[in-house]
């Protein structure tokens, strides 16, 4: 296994140095470069386009600035932003990078959980109406023309319901006497996230060392006590209100993104099942008399989980590149509307940073999903 | 059956043969597939989307004047307000340029139907082929287009493909050659070298070889007509992206292509009536629906022949 993950992680250092030298290099073949982006100003001097090249590099051969590029990135230093100078890359993506996390990983997981009890339904029932029914409407929200339905989502609730706010992180006016910023608030409300979490796997894990009655509740319990390991610590604050804001913003968003994705989970998780049920282990189970809910929600479902929590992994490594619609349509600003921004004007170390990072995230995932496949198939064994 | 029936057959040329034998697989995988309604509701949405797609020009020859329905340069100057919303004149409105939005709707269809095949053909080309190859000889070749596909699936798509727009100025035909290439080399290859794996170990194969056939006879005759199929499947999921990411692309402003359904919504959000959906929903929801709908029926149609290929998926 040890020997496994170390060749494993060689192949991911040598196929990471390829993905940087490609995009490097696409990035580079872009014709024009940043200094074009101050050409028509009528205010500058016609060589500070010229002085501005040199100054950043940009004037030398690409294949010293890409030496130079590998170099800096080795020793940890991803460089200057060229449009938000003389702002560090890294200093950018530190900021960004958690808010597209953060609403990536909420909408999965609640379109996984909608998408895995759909699913085993869908499996369970096949052939009917309801199948096809939800099927239709689950495969049209999932190839949905998505800058579209997110415009249509934001027309609904935002202009029409007046639910939500239409867009961006924070509300601009409630903020211009906050005590601290927007970023203090956010890697807060992360922490409280996540301590919410660890509450609630824990109180999960105690109650089902009960008796029956108590320990079929132990989901409901667990999510509740989570929910209060998230609360409490805020009750009290007068950052409460700003943490509130940011939440509000996200609500439409995550809406979207959720609606978006569920019937992928959804999808996969039917195939997954129908393949487990033609087993013997299920014709086993029946034959023990097993009440049907048992033999699909204890026997079949958890068999079937394995490729679905492997996609689910899988899913957030490509967070940043579905960012670039959803954020672009939400003003959110997170890595793929850095990205997006960062390519069109040609700020290539920004570009770069982004790519890395998805390109490490991609990696990792792809890592993790091999490996957990293997934690959790204990007939699978890598060697 | 009598012994003269079955001499009458050998007689049969061979050609008649399997023409035959592939007409009856045929049928009888229709009749796999038409009992799923899920994929008989896509293929009418395609063939919906195919009939608007022939009627245009049909259209602009007779009853639409060109220099009122054009898709690209017509102008109604009888109308003196533009976007205008639907009449009898303009079924759906005009567009803040004052074109027709029905016949841009139309003439749309063809370019994607276009796009999407292009792309999708080119797709499994390279997927059918470098699978078979890398399934067949193993090694080397094998390790290579692996990693490579590794690479290609670790790519944000939509992000490269914004790149490349900067690189190449897409239009419809390199945009569908980027995609085909893109998702051909990514992870196609890799499921259809997967089933090309389970070719290779069944006793067939060995006979071929026994009887003197070489590689490339191996692998034309005997590899590729058994993938095919999971080709046929993927194509449909290749479509589905193909159209997406043009829409996206064009959307955002970054190809250069005449008309498309993501130029309409990009159009009209340049003209600054995109939040306006209440007031101004021709000039958003038919092209956005457009999309969708189509994406959704290639996606259907592919889940519907999973069931049929797969037989893992069938009914008892």
């Not at chain 2, 003439?107 to 470098?130: D, K, M, N, P, R």
Request: hydrophobic share 55%; charged share 15%; with cysteine.
């Amino acid at each position: 296994m040890t020997r496994y993950v170390l060749r494993r992680l060689v192949q991911i250092v040598i196929t990471f140095f390829l993905f940087q030298t490609l995009t490097f290099f696409l990035l580079y073949a872009q014709p024009g470069d940043i200094a074009n982006q101050y050409l028509l100003n009528p205010n500058l001097p016609p060589d500070a386009a010229e002085r501005l090249r040199q100054e950043l590099g940009l004037d030398k051969p690409p294949h010293l600035q890409y030496i130079q590029y590998m170099k800096n990135f080795l020793t940890g230093n991803l460089g200057v932003s060229f449009t938000n100078y003389p702002r560090p890359v890294i200093d950018i993506i530190k900021e960004r990078l958690p808010r597209t996390l953060v609403l990536f990983f909420t909408a999965t997981i609640i379109s996984f959980y909608v998408g895995f009890a759909l699913g085993k339904v869908l499996a369970w029932r096949r052939g009917g109406l309801f199948e096809y029914g939800v099927t239709v409407v689950g495969v049209t929200l999932y190839t949905v023309f998505t800058p579209w339905f997110a415009l249509m989502m934001i027309w609904l609730f935002a202009y029409k319901l007046n639910l939500f706010p239409t867009g961006k992180f924070v509300t601009p006016t409630l903020w211009q006497n906050a005590p601290v910023d927007a970023n203090t608030v956010f890697g807060r409300m992360i922490y409280t996230g996540i301590l919410g979490s660890v509450v609630a796997f824990v109180v999960y894990l105690l109650v089902r060392r009960l008796p029956p009655p108590t320990r079929n509740m132990s989901g409901i319990l667990a999510v509740l006590a989570g929910l209060l390991g998230m609360v409490i610590p805020w009750v009290q604050s007068p950052l409460a209100r700003y943490a509130v804001d940011i939440l509000w913003h996200m609500v439409l968003p995550i809406l979207t993104l959720t609606l978006i994705s569920f019937a992928g989970t959804m999808l996969l998780t039917r195939n997954s099942l129908l393949e487990t049920m033609r087993e013997d282990f299920i014709l086993a189970a029946r034959a023990k008399g097993l009440p049907e809910k048992v033999v699909r929600d204890k026997h079949a479902a958890r068999t079937a989980l394995l490729p679905v929590v492997t996609s689910l992994v899988f899913s957030l490594a490509f967070a940043i590149d579905g960012g670039v619609i959803t954020e672009t349509m939400f003003s959110w600003p997170g890595m793929g509307l850095t990205l997006l921004n960062a390519v069109v004007q040609e700020d290539i170390p920004l570009a770069m940073g982004a790519f890395s990072f998805t390109g490490i995230l991609a990696l990792l995932a792809h890592l993790a999903a091999d490996l957990l496949y293997a934690y959790l198939d204990p007939r699978i064994r890598y060697s | 059956m009598s012994d003269a029936s079955s001499v009458t057959v050998i007689h049969r040329p061979l050609w008649r043969v399997r023409l035959e034998l592939f007409w009856k697989s045929v049928r009888a995988n229709w009749a796999l597939f038409v009992e799923n309604p899920i994929g008989v509701i896509g293929l009418a949405i395609i063939l919906f989307f195919a009939l608007m797609a022939v009627l245009h020009p049909i259209l602009m020859k007779t009853v639409w004047d060109p220099t009122v329905y054009d898709p690209i340069t017509g102008y109604d100057f009888e109308i003196l307000r533009h976007p205008a919303p639907p009449s009898a004149r303009h079924l759906l409105g005009t567009d803040p340029l004052g074109r027709d939005v029905l016949s841009q709707l139309m003439y749309s269809t063809q370019t994607e139907f276009i796009l999407g095949v292009v792309a999708a053909l080119i797709t499994v080309t390279i997927g059918t082929l470098i699978g078979a190859l890398s399934a067949y000889y193993g090694g080397v070749i094998d390790t290579l287009f692996m990693r490579l596909a590794d690479l290609v699936i670790m790519l944000p798509f939509i992000s490269i493909l914004i790149v490349l727009s900067a690189l190449f100025k897409l239009n419809m035909l390199k945009l569908a050659l980027v995609i085909g290439i893109l998702s051909g080399f990514g992870g196609v290859t890799v499921i259809i070298k997967s089933q090309a794996l389970s070719i290779k170990v069944k006793p067939y194969i060995e006979a071929a070889r026994v009887a003197g056939g070489g590689d490339w006879h191996i692998i034309v005759v005997h590899f590729i007509p058994n993938l095919l199929p999971l080709s046929f499947l993927y194509m449909m999921f290749t479509v589905t992206s193909a159209i997406f990411s043009e829409a996206v692309l064009s959307f955002f402003g970054l190809i250069n292509i005449r008309m498309s359904w993501g130029i309409m919504i990009h159009t009209t959000q340049t003209a600054g009536y995109l939040l306006n959906v209440g007031q101004y929903w021709w000039l958003v929801i038919p092209a956005g629906l457009a999309i969708t709908l189509l994406c959704s029926a290639f996606y259907l149609v592919g889940r519907a022949l999973d069931e049929v290929v797969n037989p893992r998926l069938r009914r008892r």
